[in-house]
């Protein structure tokens, strides 16, 4: 169980950084591989990018709206890695709620 619930949660904040690692990597492949590889990363990213452009009910859709959410997932994921490196007082604000709570007790 332990490590189902590491390699889950290690996994998810590192598979943007790997997803980085791989398309760099790529490119030290030999000529004929790597213009395939960097190719289909780039066709790929190309796909959810122009998932904003292509008109909704066509078929093309069906394939860019899952290209585009996966790759909005991995920014989140590799954005998340930020809180790690930022000051836990900087990540929230009080709500009002807490602040009369605060203000009642004291």
Do not use: C
């Not at 996994?11 to 289909?40: C, D, H, M, Q, T």
């Amino acid at each position: 169980m332990w490590f189902h619930f590491v390699s889950y949660k290690m996994g998810r904040l590192a598979l943007p950084w790997i997803l980085l690692a791989l398309f760099a990597v790529s490119f030290g492949l030999e000529k004929p591989w790597n213009y395939w590889a960097a190719g289909a990363q780039a066709a790929f990213y190309m796909l959810a990018l122009a998932d904003f452009a292509i008109p909704s009910k066509t078929l093309l859709k069906r394939a860019s709206s899952p290209a585009r959410a996966f790759v909005n997932l991995m920014a989140a994921a590799a954005l998340a890695v930020s809180v790690f490196f930022v000051a836990p007082h900087r990540l929230w604000k009080p709500t009002e709620a807490s602040a009369a709570k605060d203000s009642a007790r004291g």
